[in-house]
């Protein structure tokens, strides 16, 4: 079940939840069963008559809380509103970034080396990517039954292709390829009802992550165009990355003599344990006791830690989510937060896995945000591929960060006793192979898109 | 007015005259720029706007940028910042228009968020005087500022590859080093 579900109350809602689709504000179940779904559209009638079909399946935000059915959702890249024939002031109002694509972005996002676009998997490389169904429940059986009943709704149907299907599942342990928990901090949205205890921080502004409402500078954006469509939507940064899991592993143990040793660099890199909690509650050693509390394990800062000795300033977790860190550069915290709905796939292959296997594994990153094509490229160039925002030169995130082929990857390992020590050797541990901008409509926005001529 | 082969002849006498200065610092001076108009020289990057004023903005701006001057000991509000190399303010065309440059590690219009954030009061306080300043907190902002910038023809860096931080670590760690030295001489 939901770890939200006793933080509810339904007098503080504010924003349309019957209108919103269930993955922007529903947390992924545990465990998770799923599958997405790309799809390419021939035409406009194609298009809209897959769209009709399929939005009865669609889940909204309504009960997002506690609802354990399964989901479904629907997500529209720019290519697929152009192939839908949206109106030109419509297409027009759409940010560039959005309109250029993931591809398009490649230099914003930092993505080069292994991870530039000329290098990614079909069907992402010079894609056609038009529509995405994502697919998700909390057993099995459940996945089974809404896969099915979605893709029912795809039968007697013409004039779209599937170009691709990848399944994804974790374990109640929900942990990423490397075998860590993932998914622990997300920012809480204002007016989705959430009943924050005190001490835990603030909901942000609904602006930020929803269309049609004030952000944390206090105006709603109307930018695309009409808000009859914008308003309730979002958009997706779908970020498929392969885990170069045995470079990981071999990273680990040239650089730790005994398991103890690797645990606690590996815990040093990620900056929570496997359990996910994180080394400033517990920085000597994993506690499992402690992991059974979501929310404890997400109510910490680092105000005693300003040199990094428990929780390193270039570990993945204080780099993608800084908190109280005093950082090199100014930076609202706030403005580069990022709904995290990625999902593994491929299994864990363990801590003993040293080889590569020729097998893939990995993660669908899902980064949801009223400015996730932005807030992806913040993140990327200046808390993820350079370590400047805190004083670390060139220094890269070491989970996310991509190590070209003629580059020596750095880890500063601040030591308790005072001192550091740079850890030289850091691979890309995962290697982007494709991705691409979407825009997840509101029922509203979908409806719309239905009425147009 | 200007042949090519009296600029080819300047140009050789240029190369004759700097034959006993090779260029020695062994770094890479190139600059490029992408849609948003500025220039981009290693980690390094420039803005250049060149916009109208307000009736009387010029002695306006004037009063406000005395403030990020450095107060009585010299220090400034913008250092805070961290990323700012250094900003020009010149009032040009008889009082009418502003030429406004600066030189800053990374993107503008990655930390444009942040500053409507963090310091939005001091982004309006100087950029009033501007004819069409929509507010710093203006969803049409970036829109506004691309509109009124201007891509330099060239731009030369001498240390492409350092940022303020890069810089200002190093200055601590020399200090510190030579610091070092002195004490472990003492008795």
Redesign the interface.
């Known amino acids: 079940m939901d770890h939200n579900s006793s933080r509810f109350d339904e007098s503080k809602v504010t924003l349309e939840l019957d209108q919103i689709q269930s993955i922007i504000l529903r947390s992924r179940p545990i465990p998770y069963f799923g599958t997405v779904v790309l799809v390419e559209i021939k035409d406009k009638e194609a298009g809209k008559t897959l769209i009709k079909n399929l939005l009865p399946e669609v889940t909204t935000s309504v009960n997002w809380h506690n609802s354990n059915n399964g989901a479904a959702t629907i997500a529209i890249s720019y290519k697929g509103f152009i192939a839908l024939g949206l109106p030109k002031e419509t297409l027009d109002s759409f940010p560039?970034e959005f309109k250029a694509g993931m591809a398009g972005r490649h230099?914003?996002l930092t993505d080069y080396g292994e991870n530039h676009p000329d290098n990614w998997q079909y069907p992402y490389k010079d894609n056609n990517i038009h529509i995405l169904v994502n697919i998700i429940a909390d057993s099995e059986e459940k996945w089974k039954n809404k896969l099915k009943s979605v893709r029912d709704k795809f039968e007697d149907i013409s004039g779209y292709t599937i170009i691709a299907m990848g399944d994804f599942s974790a374990t109640e342990k929900v942990t990423n390829a490397f075998g860590f928990r993932d998914g622990l901090s997300q920012p809480e949205v204002d007016g989705s009802g959430v009943d924050i205890p005190p001490g835990y921080g603030r909901a942000v502004k609904a602006g930020e992550f929803i269309i049609g409402y004030p952000g944390?500078?206090?105006?709603i954006?109307?930018?695309i165009k009409p808000l009859a469509f914008s308003k309730n939507g979002s958009f997706v940064a779908l970020r498929k990355y392969r885990s170069n899991v045995h470079l990981f592993n071999q990273f680990l143990h040239k650089n730790g003599k005994t398991p103890e040793e690797r645990e606690l660099l590996a815990a040093k890199l990620f900056g929570r344990w496997r359990s996910g909690v994180p080394l400033a509650l517990s920085p000597k050693a994993d506690d499992p006791e402690l992991a059974t509390d979501r929310t404890k394990i997400n109510n910490f800062d680092f105000k005693d830690d300003d040199y990094g000795r428990k929780t390193p300033l270039s570990c993945h977790m204080r780099r993608m989510y800084p908190r109280d860190t005093k950082?090199?550069?100014?930076?609202?915290l706030?403005?580069h937060r990022i709904i995290r709905r990625g999902v593994a796939y491929g299994g864990v292959p363990g801590d003993d896995f040293l080889e590569d296997d020729g097998k893939e594994r990995g993660l669908y990153f899902l980064g949801i945000s009223a400015?996730a094509m932005?807030t992806m490229?913040?993140l990327q160039?200046?808390w993820g591929n350079?370590g400047?925002f805190i004083?670390h030169?060139d220094e890269k995130d070491p989970v996310i960060g991509v190590v070209k082929e003629d580059e020596d990857g750095v880890f500063t390992l601040p030591k308790e006793e005072g001192g550091r020590v740079r850890i030289h050797g850091v691979k890309t541990f995962n290697t982007l192979v494709g991705g691409e901008y979407l825009f997840i409509p509101g029922i509203n926005g979908l409806k719309w898109i239905l009425d147009q001529e | 007015m200007f042949t090519d082969t009296e600029l080819e002849e300047k140009l050789a006498r240029v190369v004759e005259a700097l034959k006993h200065y090779p260029p020695m610092d062994g770094r890479d001076h190139s600059h490029f720029h992408?849609?948003d108009a500025g220039l981009t020289s290693g980690?390094v990057s420039e803005l250049t706007v060149v916009c109208k004023l307000k009736p009387g903005g010029a002695d306006y701006l004037e009063k406000v940028t005395k403030h990020l001057n450095g107060g009585a000991d010299g220090s400034s509000p913008v250092s805070?910042?961290?990323?700012v190399h250094d900003l020009r303010f010149a009032v040009i065309d008889n009082r009418t228009r502003l030429l406004f440059a600066s030189t800053f590690?990374?993107?503008w219009n990655?930390?444009i968020?942040?500053?409507?954030?963090?310091?939005?009061e001091v982004m309006d306080l100087i950029f009033d005087c501007v004819e069409g300043w929509p507010g710093i907190?203006?969803?049409?902002i970036m829109d506004f500022i691309k509109g009124i910038q201007v891509t330099c023809s060239s731009w030369y860096v001498s240390h492409p590859n350092l940022?303020i931080?890069?810089i200002?670590?190093h200055e601590k760690i020399a200090k510190g080093i030579d610091k070092i030295m002195d004490e472990a001489y003492l008795i």
């Open positions: 560039n230099e914003k944390e500078a206090g105006n954006d109307e930018s950082m090199a550069v100014m930076s609202d706030n403005m400015k932005q490229e913040f160039s200046e350079t400047n004083n030169g | 992408d849609e980690k805070c910042v961290g990323t590690d990374g993107s990655g930390y968020s942040d500053f409507a954030t963090k310091i939005p907190k203006d969803p049409t940022t931080n890069d200002t670590r």
